[in-house]
């Protein structure tokens, strides 16, 4: 194997807590396209940052698979690996598919338009109740998925700051501001509470009369030929809920800080509302709330000419592919008006994101009621990003609104 230059290193949190390292990102994919990188006291991985072999991996499940060793780089073991592959994320064909596609249906464009007026309501609210000088990401941005999810789940209201505050665990275990008794490694710290909870809620349904929201669909929907117990519920609950959550209010938050800093294109949205779906699309290629899932190869093979051993490690760099200059032009620059636009933000093939739909919605819903609510914004302060080299998250934004 190829040995890692002492001065690269993609694997470690502080890497990214200044930015992504794009520049180092660039040069990888001229140089070593498929790149090994070691992990402290564990074994290493491939670094996959082309665009075309982030396809091939996404594409080819039997070859690399999410169920063998889970998503994330570091290795799990006994009950936190299970839990995981409890998950949709993290699932093969064919029990992927087994799962998936019931699920589907309640996630159509057409069903998600229906929720258009009620998330059009709710982003209202939390901007009345927001003015001057805020802290974006946890004044303004959590509320909207936090509330919403909450909503299409069936949550009881009184429970939604705490599902919250367990999604955030889930996916900040790396930075000691969420999790300061953590060990700063192993993200999804929050997982089995969150588990545990939605085997509560699962209990709970099942004394109640079934009502139209998604967790009466899903226990009352086979997969794979059996009904979901308590248990399965609640690990699927993990996933479900906390994809929705950190993903959406990582694009709001992140998403309104990349157009302040290129005023002129934040200008032309005012200007046209109608651009704004693009510019969703580009503040999701240039600003992508994750940087990488994980597969597992199951033989030995080869990628771009590199080979890879059965059992290695394989990250798709998402924030690498989303800038590769063989698929975009000027990769470097945000452009609101870029098409085509192939991100990779929400995956592809078999794993592209089953929310697709619901979260472009909340991504122009949300906009559009922001600068129509407030005439000037403006930072108040640095951005400040979360300690982690999975999500591509700022923790705080400093914002002056006015109206």
């Excluded at 099942?206 to 669909?217: A, N």
């Excluded at 979901?228 to 998403?255: E, I, N």
């Amino acid at each position: 194997m190829t040995t890692t230059a002492p001065t690269i290193d993609i694997y470690a949190p502080e890497t990214y807590l200044e930015a992504p390292p794009h520049e180092l990102f660039a040069e990888l994919r001229r140089t070593q396209p498929v790149f090994w990188q070691d992990i402290p006291g564990q074994p290493g991985y491939w670094a996959v940052l082309k665009h075309k072999d982030v396809e091939t991996v996404a594409r080819n499940p039997n070859l690399y698979s999410a169920t063998e060793g889970g998503v994330v780089l570091e290795d799990l073991y006994g009950e936190q690996l299970e839990n995981m592959r409890g998950m949709l994320l993290a699932m093969d064909p064919p029990r992927h598919n087994d799962y998936r596609r019931p699920m589907v249906k309640r996630f159509v464009p057409k069903v998600m338009e229906e929720l258009e007026d009620r998330i059009r309501t709710i982003t209202r609210e939390i901007l009345d109740a927001a003015d001057g000088d805020v802290d974006f990401v946890q004044d303004v941005t959590s509320s909207l998925p936090t509330r919403v999810i909450g909503e299409l789940v069936g949550l009881p209201e009184e429970d939604w700051e705490r599902v919250h505050h367990m999604a955030e665990l889930n996916t900040h275990g790396q930075d000691p501001d969420y999790m300061p008794d953590g060990d700063g490694v192993n993200p999804g710290s929050g997982s089995m509470d969150m588990a545990i909870y939605g085997m509560q809620h699962a209990a709970r349904w099942r004394t109640q009369e079934p009502k139209d929201d998604l967790t009466s669909y899903i226990l009352q929907t086979e997969f794979g030929g059996k009904l979901m117990t308590d248990l399965d519920f609640g690990v699927f609950f993990v996933q479900l809920v906390t994809a929705g959550q950190d993903t959406t209010q990582t694009m709001l938050a992140s998403g309104l800080h990349t157009l302040l800093l290129h005023p002129e294109q934040l200008a032309e949205l005012r200007a046209d509302r109608s651009k704004i779906p693009g510019a969703v699309e580009e503040i999701l290629r240039y600003s992508n709330p994750l940087h990488y899932f994980r597969r597992t190869a199951t033989q030995d093979t080869v990628l771009n000419g590199q080979a890879i051993k059965a059992g290695d490690k394989v990250a798709m760099y998402y924030t690498s592919a989303n800038r590769d200059e063989d698929v975009f032009t000027d990769p470097q620059t945000f452009d609101i008006h870029r098409k085509p636009n192939p991100h990779l933000s929400f995956g592809i093939a078999q794993h592209f994101c089953l929310g697709v739909h619901l979260a472009r919605l909340e991504g122009r819903v949300f906009f559009e009621e922001l600068l129509d609510t407030f005439p000037s914004i403006e930072l108040n302060g640095p951005a400040v990003r979360t300690r982690s080299n999975l999500n591509n998250a700022l923790k705080k934004l400093p914002i002056r609104l006015t109206r």
